[in-house]
């Protein structure tokens, strides 16, 4: 029986290693991380587009997705772009422009929409992506950055899955029809899922240094938020509830496209189904040393049971666009 399942797997067709590429934008020479099956005659791929959250990277949020394990590189093509890097403590700590925050990429007003919008051109004409099944997840920032792109360019996006994305009363909301999967844990201070009037600033308080990040201020309960999309695209109020491992289900019906709130209960900030030692390069080095127990009191627990990687890809796997057309981008805020 052995010998027969080896054989059977030597059959399957590998997944592509994933390879480093860059891309002119702006004057700037932007990353990204590919893992993509190889040309297949007649055959186009679907793409998820993965953001890193406010001072990562692209190969560290490849290492927290773990898509490769659901299929990427083989049945479908991932994708981790980097912010705007600035080197900080000998490491590039990457955000994304998203109007109000974040960071470096805000400040000097990077074009982070027009960049993602010539990485999706670009993947579909020289990866075989498929322009009608384009997906995008994000975590915080990143999680921000979705939210933006739904609004500035949804004719080349099929549905949107922001992570632990602190949201404010002018977040996106989009009006026409756009499937989005929300993933947030109750227990996170970071982007605070009750909102409040002293919301983000995980990172300072992580170095130890005064909160002065331009993500403080006032944010929205991410419930009220939901909310908003459920009124927008059309959904019924009475939303079917399961249960997910730790996560409440929220799934609503008669809607222009999916709406699906999952609150995870016991999990803070960090990208849902990891373990807390794979959380950040400290914790993986020293997973009881100093920084990693620091890192996990601002980053909150960690609930088991609940992969955000899976849940994401089942969600976004059926999804097609049904704009033809690319509306105008608004300008940069």
Same mark, same amino acid.
């Given at each position: 029986m052995k010998g027969i399942c080896l054989i059977l797997l030597c059959a399957l067709p590998a997944a592509a290693a994933p390879s480093r590429h860059t891309l002119e934008h702006g004057g700037l020479k932007r990353l990204y991380w590919l893992d993509a099956p190889e040309k297949a005659e007649g055959?186009?791929?679907?793409?998820?587009? %993965?953001?890193?959250? $406010? *001072?990562? =990277?692209?190969?560290?949020?490849?290492?927290?997705?773990?898509?490769?394990?659901?299929?990427?590189?083989? +049945?479908?093509?991932?994708?981790?772009?980097? *912010?705007?890097a600035q080197r900080r403590l000998g490491k590039s700590l990457a955000t994304w422009n998203v109007g109000f925050c974040c960071g470096a990429a805000r400040k000097k007003q990077i074009d982070d929409v027009g960049f993602l919008s010539a990485l999706i051109d670009e993947l579909v004409d020289k990866y075989d992506a498929d322009p009608k099944r384009i997906y995008v997840?994000?975590?915080s920032n990143g999680g921000m950055m979705a939210?933006?792109?739904?609004?500035?360019?949804?004719?080349?996006?099929a549905a949107i899955a922001p992570v632990g994305a602190l949201v404010r009363e002018d977040s996106c909301v989009q009006? !026409?029809?756009?499937?989005?999967?929300?993933?947030? $844990?109750?227990?996170? +201070?970071c982007a605070n899922y009750g909102g409040g009037e002293d919301c983000g600033g995980c990172f300072e308080r992580f170095l130890g240094l005064p909160t002065k990040? +331009? =993500? =403080?201020?006032?944010?929205t309960a991410v419930p009220a938020h939901a909310a908003k999309?459920?009124? %927008?695209?059309? /959904?019924?109020? !009475?939303?079917?509830t399961?249960?997910?491992?730790?996560?409440?289900?929220?799934?609503? !019906?008669? /809607?222009? %496209?999916?709406?699906?709130?999952?609150a995870i209960s016991g999990h803070g900030h960090g990208w849902p189904g990891l373990l807390a030692e794979e959380s950040s390069a400290a914790c993986r080095k020293r997973p009881d040393g100093?920084? /990693?127990r620091r890192w996990r009191r601002v980053i909150g627990p960690y609930a088991s049971g609940y992969s955000a990687s899976a849940e994401i890809w089942n969600f976004f796997k059926d999804k097609t666009r049904r704009r033809t057309a690319v509306p105008p981008r608004k300008p940069l805020e």
């Amino acid at each position: 029986m052995k010998g027969i399942c080896l054989i059977l797997l030597c059959a399957l067709p590998a997944a592509a290693a994933p390879s480093r590429h860059t891309l002119e934008h702006g004057g700037l020479k932007r990353l990204y991380w590919l893992d993509a099956p190889e040309k297949a005659e007649g055959r186009r791929w679907p793409v998820v587009i %993965a953001l890193h959250g $406010g *001072g990562g =990277n692209a190969e560290g949020m490849r290492r927290k997705t773990k898509f490769e394990q659901l299929g990427a590189g083989k +049945d479908f093509i991932a994708v981790h772009p980097e *912010g705007f890097a600035q080197r900080r403590l000998g490491k590039s700590l990457a955000t994304w422009n998203v109007g109000f925050c974040c960071g470096a990429a805000r400040k000097k007003q990077i074009d982070d929409v027009g960049f993602l919008s010539a990485l999706i051109d670009e993947l579909v004409d020289k990866y075989d992506a498929d322009p009608k099944r384009i997906y995008v997840t994000g975590h915080s920032n990143g999680g921000m950055m979705a939210y933006r792109l739904a609004c500035e360019i949804p004719g080349k996006i099929a549905a949107i899955a922001p992570v632990g994305a602190l949201v404010r009363e002018d977040s996106c909301v989009q009006k !026409s029809p756009m499937p989005v999967l929300i993933v947030h $844990g109750v227990e996170d +201070d970071c982007a605070n899922y009750g909102g409040g009037e002293d919301c983000g600033g995980c990172f300072e308080r992580f170095l130890g240094l005064p909160t002065k990040g +331009d =993500n =403080n201020g006032a944010c929205t309960a991410v419930p009220a938020h939901a909310a908003k999309w459920v009124a %927008a695209q059309g /959904c019924g109020k !009475s939303p079917e509830t399961s249960s997910v491992g730790p996560a409440t289900r929220l799934l609503y !019906s008669g /809607c222009r %496209a999916p709406v699906v709130f999952d609150a995870i209960s016991g999990h803070g900030h960090g990208w849902p189904g990891l373990l807390a030692e794979e959380s950040s390069a400290a914790c993986r080095k020293r997973p009881d040393g100093f920084l /990693c127990r620091r890192w996990r009191r601002v980053i909150g627990p960690y609930a088991s049971g609940y992969s955000a990687s899976a849940e994401i890809w089942n969600f976004f796997k059926d999804k097609t666009r049904r704009r033809t057309a690319v509306p105008p981008r608004k300008p940069l805020e």
